[in-house]
């Protein structure tokens, strides 16, 4: 020791305050002193001032002091800085401290006690350890939390050699009947069971690990275990055993403390082990979302059916994101479009269904139409049975190709033609219509639909009947297309009956000049063909109705007479149509030379059809004689005024009046009279207007004027 290393030695003993502490920084800067320097920086911390302490420590604590450990020890009971520097002392003098900081403990604050935790934990001796698996159970639970990073941390600095030891004396701690008595206990020695290393202890760790992931155990045991066992995935890979107990996790009710950490381990080794089976299995069994998704991830690339048919179910899981997880996997499935279909064919939810064609969309077109008559075949069975799910599967044939949809439709609609069902021209309509509604029918197509429509229709004559009948506007676009074809077709049609013809004929007469070429086909046609029918009867008078409309255009300007000989004709067709539907569809055959109800009321019904066209054929004669009988009633009036004026006057002025009263009245009813009307039976048509609803009474000359004027009304 030189001469200036004494001198600064001999300082630390001065009187001089801050002479002392400035040789205390340069010896503890310059390193010096030696043993004599150690043991005057030891005395210096039994002294009052602080700061003084403080730089003796920082002194010691470069020089050592192992020599005067008791003077530190007690100043970890101090506060602040000074029991910072002192527990920096005490760890650099390492395990030769431990029996004094051991003695320590149990006098020690809570302060001290974790100052003294800190300290074993950093000299990590085997001392130590059996310290912190005896105080851990006794501790309150800041000083156990504070224990178990302490303990975890002094296991981390401890050699692969050393850990053996610790390793059985962590398992005799979390075997002993007390550690399971304090829960918090129990779960510091999970945590530290999992920070011990090498690939001699790992198997045993894991193993003991699994033990305590057991239902018996409480949850947070549960979860730390788990998460210890977690920790472990860096160190060596699993074994099948292991892997195993983890998707048994995935299965776990418990998602918290369990199974979401059974799935985090399987993220970090890189999904679960494609084993299909294996997986689907989870599907079934595993109660989490979360593992399902994770599921999907891998399965989305198993393009077989049994994976697609365990997907779809959860196309209606609660679960949003699962529901979008299993609709990403199908949609890389190119097998799961038969399946999606079958499952659209069961079941009932429109709403599911429409989700189903929505995905069906976005598979490529040559894999839609691997299914494609499956999905007609399908589409027909329900359509038969009135069932509203034939709906989406039209939906996804129109997306592929609706021709072979169409050539069925036409075939099935071929079938119930050649049939004999009282509905038959129902069901051909009904099928027509889908072709109809979404612009698929051919032109063959509109022929049938129109015809189907026409043959259920009442065939209502009114125009405004006519004009909302969907089957007589789908024949005249038929009629712009090819006239003289489609007449040629109707013609030779053995499915129309005479009503029929004349009911197309009818609409298409009343349309114009456009449609007359057409129309006249078609009732000569009832006249040539169908001659003995009641039908041919007002077609003839149709067709003669129009041409003299056509050979004196002057008289359409009469308006009233058209309307009443078309009125006329409209309702001897009607009558025949009402009798008609009094039939019934399954009357029996009358036996031989007896006569049913059904044949009178078809009797009553040709015979008030002979009356009707009685009527408008005598039309043109009661014309004729209108002019004549006008002029008869003019001669009869200037007869009646010359006689009137002839006649001798009475004395009484009472008659005269009334005389004068009679010829006016006769005045009057003469000229209120129609003079077109005929005579019947041989009565002049003012003995009809005076008589009263036509019963042929004369009228009595002393009738008053309100009793003329009330015949001539019943006359009118």
Do not use: W
């Given at each position: 020791m030189d001469t200036t290393t004494r001198k600064l030695v001999k300082l630390l003993d001065g009187g001089d305050l801050e002479l002392r502490m400035a040789a205390m920084r340069i010896i503890a800067e310059l390193e010096v002193g030696g043993k004599s320097a150690v043991r005057l920086l030891g005395r210096s911390l039994r002294e009052a001032p602080s700061a003084l302490k403080i730089h003796a420590l920082k002194g010691l604590l470069k020089l050592g002091a192992k020599e005067v450990i008791n003077y530190v020890i007690p100043l970890l009971e101090e506060q602040g800085e000074l029991r910072?520097?002192?527990?920096?002392?005490?760890?650099?003098?390492?395990e030769p401290a431990c029996s004094k900081l051991l003695e320590l403990y149990p006098e020690g604050d809570y302060n001290t006690k974790r100052s003294i935790a800190t300290a074993l934990s950093e000299i990590a001796s085997p001392k130590s350890f059996e310290f912190f698996f005896e105080a851990l159970v006794s501790e309150s639970f800041e000083l156990q939390k504070h224990m178990s990073q302490c303990l975890t941390e002094a296991i981390d600095r401890l050699p692969e050699s050393k850990l053996p030891k610790v390793f059985k004396q962590t398992l005799a701690f979390l075997e002993d009947p007390k550690t399971h008595q304090d829960l918090q206990a129990l779960v510091i020695g999970i945590i530290i069971l999992g920070r011990f290393r090498g690939l001699k202890q790992l198997p045993k760790v894991r193993n003991a690990l699994i033990s305590y992931v057991d239902p018996k155990h409480a949850p947070e045991v549960r979860r730390y275990a788990m998460i210890a066992f977690y920790s472990t995935l860096e160190e060596a890979p699993l074994k099948?055993?292991?892997?195993?107990?983890?998707?048994?996790?995935?299965s776990d009710p418990d998602w918290n403390n369990v199974a979401m950490h059974a799935l985090n381990a399987?993220?970090?080794?890189?999904?679960?082990?494609?084993?299909?089976l294996q997986l689907l299995k989870l599907l079934e069994t595993s109660p989490h979302h979360q593992v399902h998704i994770h599921v999907f991830e891998l399965l989305a690339k198993e393009n077989r059916p049994e994976v697609a048919k365990a997907i779809i179910p959860f196309l209606q899981d609660p679960s949003y994101r699962v529901r979008e997880a299993a609709e990403e996997a199908l949609r890389a499935m190119n097998s799961a479009v038969?399946?999606?279909?079958?499952?659209?064919?069961?079941?009932?939810?429109?709403?599911?269904?429409q989700l189903i064609v929505t995905?069906?969309?976005?598979?490529?077109?040559?894999?839609?139409?691997?299914?494609?008559?499956?999905?007609?075949e399908t589409f027909l069975h329900f359509f038969e049975g009135h069932d509203r799910r034939s709906q989406v599967y039209l939906e996804f044939i129109r997306g592929v190709d609706p021709e072979p949809l169409r050539k069925a439709i036409y075939k099935v609609v071929s079938k119930i033609r050649r049939s004999k069902s009282p509905d038959k021209w129902e069901n051909v309509s009904r099928y027509l219509q889908v072709l109809w509604d979404h612009h698929l029918i051919t032109p063959e197509g509109r022929y049938l639909f129109a015809l189907s429509l026409i043959k259920q229709s009442r065939k209502n004559l009114s125009p405004l009947a006519r004009q909302r009948?969907?089957?007589?506007?789908?024949?005249?676009?038929?009629?712009?297309?090819?006239?003289?074809?489609?007449?040629?077709?109707?013609?030779?049609?053995?499915?129309?009956?005479?009503?029929?013809?004349?009911?197309?004929?009818?609409?298409?007469?009343?349309?114009?000049?456009?449609?007359?070429?057409?129309?006249?086909?078609?009732?000569?046609y009832i006249m040539q063909k169908h001659s003995r029918s009641s039908a041919a009867k007002v077609a003839q008078q149709k067709l003669e109705l129009v041409r003299e409309e056509l050979a004196n255009p002057a008289g359409k300007k009469n308006g009233k007479k058209r309307k009443a000989r078309s009125r006329e004709i409209e309702q001897a067709?009607?009558?025949?149509?009402?009798?008609l539907e009094k039939i019934p569809a399954d009357a029996k055959a009358p036996k031989a030379g007896k006569e049913t109800e059904d044949e009178e009321s078809k009797k009553v019904a040709a015979k008030k059809i002979k009356k009707v066209a009685?009527?408008?054929?005598?039309?043109?004669?009661?014309?004729?004689?209108?002019?004549?009988?006008?002029?008869?009633?003019?001669?009869s009036a200037s007869k009646k005024k010359s006689a009137a004026k002839k006649s001798p006057s009475k004395s009484k002025k009472s008659g005269s009046s009334s005389s004068k009263k009679t010829s006016k009245t006769k005045k009057k009813s003469a000229k209120k009279t129609p003079a077109s009307k005929p005579k019947s039976r041989g009565k002049s048509a003012a003995n009809k207007v005076s008589a009263g609803k036509g019963r042929g009474k004369p009228v009595k000359k002393s009738a008053s004027k309100k009793n003329v004027k009330k015949s001539a009304k019943r006359g009118r």
């Open positions: 910072d520097r002192a527990l920096e002392v005490v760890i650099s003098v390492g099948p055993d292991h892997l195993k107990f983890l998707e048994n996790c995935l399987f993220h970090k080794l890189g999904g679960i082990p494609k084993k299909t038969k399946e999606l279909l079958d499952t659209m064919k069961a079941t009932e939810d429109p709403d599911f269904s995905m069906l969309k976005d598979y490529p077109l040559n894999v839609r139409k691997r299914v494609l008559k499956e999905a007609v009948n969907l089957g007589l506007q789908v024949m005249r676009a038929l009629i712009y297309d090819d006239t003289p074809g489609l007449v040629a077709r109707l013609i030779g049609n053995r499915d129309l009956k005479p009503d029929d013809y004349f009911y197309i004929g009818f609409h298409f007469i009343e349309l114009g000049e456009e449609m007359l070429p057409f129309a006249t086909s078609i009732l000569e067709f009607e009558a025949t149509q009402d009798n009685k009527k408008a054929t005598t039309k043109k004669e009661k014309a004729k004689a209108a002019p004549k009988s006008k002029k008869t009633d003019k001669k």
